[in-house]
């Protein structure tokens, strides 16, 4: 019986991940006056897309079809080892915040290796700005994690959720505010959302992410969105988690009140995407290393406190 509540967070992180890209669709159609897409859009293109014949160029290989693949697979792993509404992951284990990076890295480079296998210079461009700024995400949420692993004393990702309390936040107040807006700056990166990419456009000047997918179609796309989806769902869900630390004692309104944080993550970066614009591909590097500045504040701090 103890398997049952773990195993319904993890169905339930499967099931509604869809749902954020169209929680962030409606409020960027509020903003700009317009009626926009349904929420459950994403539900619908999936179904679509499962259902369509892929088409593969001749030139590419195994490792084209793969990719898709293998990157969702890595990120529904990824999802096991993520808290829910402040209790324990489906697989917790000490040290399990870096087997969570090692999946995200092994994620993109999935991504990565099926883009160059076109033999594109499109998609290789698309590509290799993929690769750059990952070298600027991926330290700034390493270290972002060390310090909260510092703060909680724990070196599980459940640990160092559970550890955190509304005494934890008047404490480590400075802490984990930087924290917070570190992970934050990293959604954006990592998830391809404005300031950093766009994922509505197409023009090839400015895409990243987008532009490495190009070539893919049918249930291969449909992996790629269904990824997508789940990678911003944890990222959502680790800022969801440390801002909401009361914790009510009911398993049913713990959930409650975690998920609508996750969908407050959502409606932020709807309303990031509405009133910032997309930056410079030259000014991307230092948003990232402006979270990286965060993140080792805050690991500074803790050890000094």
């Known amino acids: 019986m103890e398997i049952i509540k773990p195993f319904s967070q993890y169905l339930a992180a499967m099931l509604l ?7 962030i669709n409606r409020v960027k159609a509020f903003f700009g006056g317009r009626r926009g897409q349904p929420a459950l859009q994403l539900y619908f293109d999936l179904y679509k897309l499962f259902r369509k014949t892929p088409v593969y160029s001749r030139t590419a290989t195994w490792v084209f079809r793969a990719g898709p693949v293998t990157g969702v697979c890595a990120l529904v792993t990824a999802l096991l080892v993520l808290p829910f509404a402040g209790r324990p992951s489906f697989l917790a284990f000490e040290g399990d915040f870096i ?3 090692y999946l995200l890295g092994l994620a993109r480079f999935a991504t990565v290796l099926a883009a160059l296998d076109t033999g594109s210079a499109f998609e290789g461009m698309g590509a290799s700005r993929e690769v750059q700024f990952a070298v600027f ?4 949420f390493f270290l972002g994690l060390a310090a ?3 703060v909680g004393g724990q070196t599980s990702l459940s640990g160092m959720f559970a550890a955190l309390t509304p005494e934890t936040w008047r404490v480590a107040a400075p802490v984990l505010a930087l924290l917070t807006a570190a ?8 998830n391809s959302r404005v300031p950093a990419d766009d994922p509505n456009t197409h023009l090839e000047l ?3 992410h987008e532009v490495m997918v190009l070539d893919h179609s049918g249930p291969d796309l449909a992996y790629i969105l269904y990824g997508a989806a789940l990678k911003l769902w944890l990222f959502a869900a680790l800022i969801a988690s440390m801002v909401l630390p009361r914790r009510t004692g009911s398993w049913a309104g713990d959930s409650a009140l975690f ?3 996750v969908l407050g993550v959502a409606v932020a970066v709807g309303v990031v995407e509405s009133v910032l614009a997309r930056l410079r591909l030259t000014k991307v590097p230092y948003l990232l290393i402006t979270a990286f500045a965060f993140s080792a504040l805050a690991l500074i701090f803790q050890v000094g406190r």
């Open 206 to 208: 400015t895409m990243i």
């Open 148 to 150: 909260l692993a510092r």
């Open 137 to 140: 995400a991926e330290p700034a």
């Open 259 to 261: 998920l609508l944080a």
């Open 17 to 23: 991940a869809p749902l954020l890209p169209g929680i």
């Open 183 to 190: 992970f934050f700056i990293v959604l954006l990166a990592e």
């Open 99 to 101: 087997f969570l990076l």
